[in-house]
T-cell receptor
Framework: ETGVTQTPRHLVMGMTNKKSLKCEQH?????MYWYKQSAKKPLELMFV???????ENNSVPSRFSPECPNSSHLFLHLHTLQPEDSALYLC???????????????????FGAGSRLTVL | GENVEQHPSTLSVQEGDSAVIKCTYS??????FPWYKQELGKRPQLIID?????GEKKDQRIAVTLNKTAKHFSLHITETQPEDSAVYFC??????????FGDGTTLTVKP
């Protein structure tokens, strides 16, 4: 399979449950991202992993815990979520240039189809 | 941090007319500006992008302009077609790979 694959596509969970979202990219990219898409904020960056290292945590509550075991896989562990966390969670990947040169190059994001999360 | 503002939030045009979506950004360190199209129920996909060392880029019916001094960039779609109907997102990206998105523009092209 090619591109960015996310599972599950739909998830319903109670506020006391623990669940995980999975993302896998087959593009050979070295950076992966979690975005939250909701009516309130259409595309909100949550986490950035460059070369498996977390480089950005956009003030995300600790009930969301990311994990990046290798450059092809990214997880989002969910624990004691709130109903307002219901949203579409999009994973993305890109090929980053090593180092921060003057020109970042084209950080083209390839998105997965998303995991639709409903918190009851 | 970076702040990207996008206008308008909704845009309705007649088929064949042009559509323009505008974005402003705040961080002068941003140097890459992509535009993504998201059709209903589908994932966002890149349609065109521009780097900070370029003022304008065109690809068939779509074009993007960048005014780095004023910190704004725009998407232009000419000869719109019903299949152009979607949500369009602008973004500003820095050297760290952090892409900040605008709130999106819902474009409706009426046949």
């Amino acid at each position: 399979e090619t591109g960015v694959t996310q599972t599950p596509r739909h998830l319903v969970m109670g506020m006391t449950n623990k669940k995980s979202l999975k993302c896998e990219q087959h593009l050979g990219h070295n950076a992966m991202y979690w975005y939250k898409q909701s009516a309130k904020k259409p595309l909100e960056l949550m986490f950035v992993y460059n070369f498996k290292e977390q480089t950005e945590n956009n003030s995300v509550p600790s009930r969301f815990s990311p994990e990046c075991p290798n450059s092809s896989h990214l997880f989002l562990h969910l624990h004691t979520l709130q109903p307002e966390d219901s949203a579409l969670y999009l994973c993305a990947s890109s090929q980053r240039q090593a180092g921060n040169t003057g020109d970042s190059g084209a950080n083209v994001l390839t998105f997965g189809a998303g995991s639709r999360l409903t918190v009851l | 941090g970076e702040n990207v503002e996008q206008h308008p939030s909704t845009l309705s045009v007649q088929e064949g007319d042009s559509a323009v979506i505008k974005c402003t950004y705040s961080d002068s360190a941003s140097n890459y500006f992509p535009w993504y199209k998201q059709e209903l129920g589908k994932r966002p996909q890149l349609i065109i992008d521009i780097r900070s060392n370029v003022g304008e880029k065109k690809d068939q019916r779509i074009a993007v302009t960048l005014n780095k001094t004023a910190k704004h960039f725009s998407l232009h779609i000419t000869e719109t077609q019903p299949e152009d109907s979607a949500v369009y997102f602008c973004a500003a990206s820095d050297n760290a790979g952090k892409s900040t998105f605008g709130d999106g523009t819902t474009l409706t092209v009426k046949p």
